[in-house]
């Protein structure tokens, strides 16, 4: 029962904690209603001239799709957001009725779209740089028939198919569409045209196949001067991450850089591959502070927090690990700052306070950049690095496998053992299986992550103390005969196997996920070749070095005598209870589910030490409950003695 319970309860997290969970499904009003108002924006501008309607059959059609709008407003969360954009409806649907000017319109619809993601946190870029091979080969099978060989929409099942298929040389048309519109289009299909939805192809297939598409407008001298340009580096701050190329349009970056910002852009829609690295998350992470800086000075109080949470963990916590390697202080700096920015804002702080914390941060990320820009791990880097990775993560699930297996050789029941061995082996799996999902299927945001980590580490904490003070208990021997005689020569209880199978699945469960992301971030800072051999060495030794302390700390633990071990082992699980009670509140600290008030300390992230006082109220209580517990458990001993 506690297994069933808890993979309920993750579930529930990894779906509430994501308020847009599933950007390619198509029940989603956030990604429908950006993909309803991108069409309406690329199409609107030619059903009408100078005030009359010049195209009735499309200009019906953007009738019948603005009067959708109000519908999948009132579905997304509630709030001053959403006051907004039902006010931005109305006003769009107005415009369209007195047949407003085209640019006019499709402002309208992109300053919606921008409140949409805001308001929602919806995934608008990929997980990772996607393949324009892949999407070209994709092409070929799924798109050639209708829009032609070199997509200018002339393919044989075209042929009178009305709205005819799109020409994707059409540099008009095709400059006012966005790569994340491209995404959705491919998604989610346009309702009464021959463009049917692509959902059974994963997420990143989409976007490698929404970038090839976006890469046919552009020249191939374009495409060469981008490049010159991007090395030249003084245009790249216009585009600084993939979250910035997906959502830009060439018809807006032209408005800010003529046609230098659009060969720019035409480079790096064919050669996204660049923006990958950790120098590429810290812009990222500065533009989503400058976004919540924007709306906290608009008013938008509650859509400011909401992209200052993503901007340290759908951006900098991506970077964290190969600047860690760099400049560990610097992170923890980072951490703390962003933490007083977000607290600012949800105390609503006078907008001096929240702008010198911005500018604090800023500084922070802006030295960062400078340690990371340009540097790539050298062999011997990347193996301490993936060494010690693999060790910070599994050494607290070692430290529960071994105490709990210990016990179980002990009392002679190995027969349990199994229930132990399906706890850590089904945590694998489902860790594999989340990150698979979060890579390839749903894009899971860094809120969802966290509140993952940090529901598991509350839960591990609870299971935990109750066998931490199960073992306590058996420290007399008149206790562990008793059990003996009670258990030895029949079964468990089946609440106990669970309970042993759950702390098993807890304890490896929680560090999985994060593992996987250090090591992607660490990856993305390791140099080919020798590099990449290097970080799978350092792997395999960190799993060796596990596999030989779990055998010491197993035969360490069997030769002690009864009353030691217990009281050893019991110890241990008590001190892993305080740390994960510090891991599990400063991940919904993160999240942006628990308040956090920063006191002057260091932070001790090995030991789950993190200097807040919501933190450190935990583990207080934690200690308090095991104090308490034990002196119990001494005074109901004392009185059965007498």
């Given at each position: 029962m506690l297994l069933r319970h808890f993979l309920s309860l993750l579930f529930a997290a990894l779906l509430l904690a994501n308020p847009v969970h599933a950007a390619n499904a198509e029940k989603d009003p956030a990604a429908e209603l950006v993909h309803l108002l991108a069409y309406i924006g690329v199409d609107y501008p030619g059903t009408v001239e100078n005030g009359r309607i010049v195209n009735p059959d499309e200009y019906s059609e953007q009738e019948e799709f603005v009067q959708r709008i109000p519908a999948l407003v009132a579905k997304l969360p509630e709030g001053e957001g959403r006051e907004e954009l039902d006010r931005l409806g109305r006003q769009l649907a107005q415009a369209i009725r007195e047949k407003a000017?085209?640019?006019?319109?499709?402002?309208?619809?992109?300053?919606?779209?921008?409140?949409?993601?805001?308001?929602?946190?919806?995934?608008?870029?990929?997980?990772?740089?996607?393949?324009?091979?892949?999407?070209?080969?994709?092409?070929?099978?799924?798109?050639?028939?209708?829009?032609?060989?070199?997509?200018?929409?002339?393919?044989?099942?075209?042929?009178?198919?009305?709205?005819?298929?799109?020409?994707?040389?059409?540099?008009?048309?095709?400059?006012?569409?966005?790569?994340y519109g491209l995404y959705n289009t491919i998604t989610l299909g346009v309702n009464g045209t021959g463009m049917r939805a692509y959902s059974e192809l994963s997420s990143q297939e989409r976007w490698a196949l929404a970038f090839h598409v976006g890469s046919l407008p552009f020249s191939r001298e374009e495409i060469a001067r981008g490049k010159t340009l991007y090395a030249d580096g003084r245009l790249n701050d216009l585009i600084p991450d993939l979250a910035t190329l997906t959502r830009l349009t060439p018809e807006q970056i032209h408005t800010h850089a003529g046609d230098d910002g659009v060969a720019l852009l035409a480079y790096l829609r064919n050669h996204p591959e660049v923006l990958g690295g950790g120098a590429s998350a810290l812009n990222k992470a500065q533009g989503l502070l400058d976004q919540s800086l924007a709306a906290y000075e608009a008013g938008r109080y509650e859509e400011a927090y909401r992209i200052a949470v993503s901007a340290y963990l759908d951006a900098f916590e991506t970077a964290e690990a190969g600047l860690r390697n760099l400049d560990a202080k610097l992170v923890n700096a980072v951490e703390r700052d962003m933490s007083a920015y977000r607290a600012a804002i949800k105390e609503r702080a006078p907008l001096t306070v929240v702008k010198e914390r911005h500018a604090a941060v800023s500084r922070l990320l802006d030295e960062g950049r400078e340690k990371i820009a340009g540097t790539a791990l050298t062999p011997a880097m990347t193996y301490v690095s993936a060494l010690v990775i693999l060790l910070r993560e599994g050494?607290?699930?070692?430290?529960?496998?071994?105490?709990?297996?210990?016990?179980?050789?002990?009392?002679?029941?190995?027969?349990?053992?199994?229930?132990?061995?399906?706890?850590?082996?089904?945590?694998?799996?489902?860790?594999?299986?989340?990150?698979?999902?979060?890579?390839y299927v749903v894009a899971i945001s860094g809120a969802s992550r966290e509140v993952t980590e940090g529901v598991t580490a509350l839960l591990a904490t609870a299971i935990l103390l109750y066998v931490g003070f199960w073992l306590h208990s058996k420290t007399h021997a008149?206790?562990?005969?008793?059990?003996?005689?009670?258990?030895?020569?029949?079964?468990?209880?089946?609440?106990?196997?669970?309970?042993?199978?759950?702390?098993?699945?807890?304890?490896?469960?929680?560090?999985?996920?994060?593992?996987?992301?250090?090591?992607?971030?660490?990856?993305?800072?390791?140099?080919?070749?020798?590099?990449?051999?290097?970080?799978?060495?350092?792997?395999?030794?960190?799993?060796?070095?596990?596999?030989?302390?779990?055998?010491?700390?197993?035969?360490?633990?069997?030769?002690?005598?009864?009353?030691?071990?217990?009281?050893?082992?019991?110890?241990?699980?008590?001190?892993?209870?305080?740390?994960?009670?510090?891991?599990?509140?400063?991940?919904?600290?993160?999240?942006?589910?628990?308040?956090?008030?920063?006191?002057?300390?260091?932070?001790?992230?090995?030991?789950?030490?993190?200097?807040?006082?919501?933190?450190?109220?935990?583990?207080?209580?934690?200690?308090?409950?095991?104090?308490?517990?034990?002196?119990?458990?001494?005074?109901?001993?004392?009185?059965?003695?007498?």
């Open positions: 000017p085209g640019p006019e319109v499709t402002k309208l619809t992109e300053i919606m779209q921008q409140r949409i993601i805001a308001l929602t946190g919806i995934a608008t870029a990929p997980r990772r740089p996607p393949s324009l091979a892949q999407g070209q080969a994709l092409y070929a099978t799924h798109c050639v028939a209708c829009h032609g060989v070199n997509g200018r929409g002339d393919g044989p099942a075209g042929a009178g198919l009305e709205p005819p298929p799109s020409n994707f040389h059409d540099r008009e048309r095709q400059f006012v569409r966005s790569l050494l607290e699930a070692l430290l529960v496998l071994a105490a709990i297996i210990a016990l179980l050789i002990k009392a002679e029941r190995r027969d349990a053992l199994p229930w132990v061995h399906l706890g850590w082996a089904s945590a694998l799996i489902l860790g594999g299986v989340t990150w698979w999902f979060s890579q008149r206790s562990w005969q008793r059990f003996l005689q009670e258990k030895i020569h029949g079964a468990l209880q089946g609440r106990t196997l669970w309970a042993l199978t759950g702390i098993a699945f807890l304890a490896v469960y929680r560090e999985v996920f994060e593992t996987v992301l250090f090591l992607e971030a660490l990856n993305q800072q390791t140099a080919t070749g020798e590099g990449e051999r290097m970080l799978w060495w350092g792997l395999i030794s960190g799993v060796s070095l596990l596999l030989l302390l779990a055998w010491i700390l197993l035969k360490t633990s069997l030769r002690l005598p009864l009353r030691l071990f217990f009281n050893v082992n019991a110890f241990i699980l008590f001190i892993l209870a305080i740390i994960f009670t510090g891991h599990g509140i400063s991940a919904l600290q993160e999240a942006g589910y628990i308040d956090a008030r920063h006191l002057n300390l260091p932070t001790f992230d090995w030991v789950g030490f993190y200097p807040t006082v919501q933190t450190i109220a935990g583990q207080a209580l934690v200690i308090a409950m095991i104090i308490g517990l034990f002196f119990w458990e001494r005074y109901r001993n004392q009185h059965e003695a007498g």
